[in-house]
């Protein structure tokens, strides 16, 4: 399910698919088995009513969960710049040639956060995932000596900036895999089949009405679609561009 949801555009043509089926199952087999008496129609309304803000109030809640850890992921990308970049300006505190080559392995590390947000496939994630450890390694193999060099305030405040940037690395990760519950998902289908299929029961035949009733489906689909989007962080076309660490990079490079 969750590898589903990583692919919007794919989520948005089965559930079209499934809604529009959903609400032929409701108009062609429900009204053919149990047909709508006229004095039953205001219980109907009511159903139906209740059906579709149930799934309404749903779509506006995921959707709320969604742009919440969109911005989270945001934000943390901003707090990386602003680790690392603190930390290469303390490192023109610490003697060479330490300095040098902790700048260096900073420059050398944002590089591979930038690759890191902005590549898709899977093989060069891993590659880039391999490296950023073996970067972080080395940055932290530096601050130890810099606090065995220098057992003072300045050699603490390295060792406190480099814990900062290893931090910031952790915290952006577990923000990508902070996901929208896969029940929620669930729940949302289920209710969207639901009504689906009770809007096309309670639909009066007429080709005025069958061409309304593909708005709700069509509707729902990409309600979910955009969901699905914005809580993917690599899938869709809405990603988190790495804005702040790029900023970070062509000040770094000068």
């Known amino acids: 399910m969750q590898a589903f949801v990583d692919y919007p555009s794919v989520l948005f043509v089965v559930l079209l698919v499934a809604f529009a089926g959903a609400i032929a199952f409701g108009a062609i087999v429900l009204r053919r088995v149990f047909a709508l008496q006229s004095e039953e129609r205001d219980d109907f309304n009511l159903v139906q009513t209740s059906t579709l803000t149930l799934l ?4 506006g809640f995921n959707l709320s969960m969604a742009v919440n850890r969109y911005d989270q992921r945001k934000n943390l990308e901003e707090n990386e710049a602003n680790a690392i970049g603190t930390e290469y300006v303390r490192a023109d505190v610490v003697a060479a040639p330490i300095s040098t080559q902790m700048k260096t392995e900073l420059v050398h ?25 073996k970067s972080q390694a080395e940055l932290w193999r530096l601050a130890v000596q810099v606090a065995k060099d ?15 940037v290893l931090n910031s690395q952790d915290y952006s990760e577990a923000a990508l895999v902070n996901r929208i519950p896969l029940g929620a998902w669930a729940l949302m289908i289920v209710i969207g089949l639901l009504a689906c299929v009770v809007h096309g029961y309670g639909a009066k035949s007429n080709v005025r009405r069958a061409v309304f009733m593909i708005v709700l489906p069509v509707s729902v ?24 660490l790029a900023r970070l990079l062509r000040s770094l490079d000068k």
């Not at 309404?56 to 779509?59: H, M, N, P, R, V």
């Not at 944002?110 to 490296?131: C, F, M, N, S």
């Not at 689909?221 to 955009?226: F, G, I, P, R, T």
């Open 150 to 164: 220098q057992p003072t305030p300045i050699g603490a405040a390295v060792m406190t900036g480099m814990n900062d």
């Open 56 to 59: 309404a109030l749903l779509i």
């Open 109 to 133: 590390y944002t590089q591979l956060r930038v690759a890191h947000y902005l590549t898709r496939d899977a093989q060069a994630l891993d590659r880039i995932g391999q490296d950023t450890g």
């Open 221 to 244: 689909a990409l309600s979910l679609a955009l969901i699905a989007d914005i809580d993917s962080p690599r899938g869709g076309v809405i990603h988190i561009q790495p804005q702040n």
